[in-house]
Nanobody, 123 residues
């Protein structure tokens, strides 16, 4: 199971940190990602981190503002979100990547998904 937390209502320019803890059964040696879905829009890739060496990747829309990190001992991944904008408003989902060949930016690459946590940024 995945448990995400840390969402909330903030003002533009504020920061939030999302956390996603994964249990042993859903743990992946490949890595974990964050996606988000705004009202009326498709779910989109936000960030990914590889579990072994911690290599990170970001969408262009969040690069330089968001930071993904992991705590291997706790099987937890974090998403530090700084300089938040109203367009960052969405439900944020963490996901565990499987061993297939899909790119980390594709939803199909992930086997397990958390329930989502709401992030609302007011202007």
């Amino acid at each position: 199971q995945l448990q995400a937390s840390g969402g909330g209502l903030v003002q533009a320019g504020d920061s939030l940190r999302l956390s996603c803890a994964t249990s042993g059964r859903t743990f992946s040696s490949y890595g974990m990602g964050w996606f988000r879905q705004a009202p009326g829009k498709e779910r989109e890739f936000v960030a990914f981190i590889s579990w072994n060496i911690g290599r990170t990747y970001y969408s262009d829309s969040v690069k330089g503002r968001f930071t993904i990190s992991r705590d291997n001992a706790k099987n937890t991944v974090y998403l530090q979100m700084d300089s938040l904008k109203p367009e960052d408003t969405a439900v944020y989902y963490c996901a565990v990547r499987g061993g297939g060949s899909y790119a980390y930016t594709r939803q199909e690459a992930y086997d397990y998904w958390g329930p989502g946590t709401q992030v609302t940024v007011s202007s």
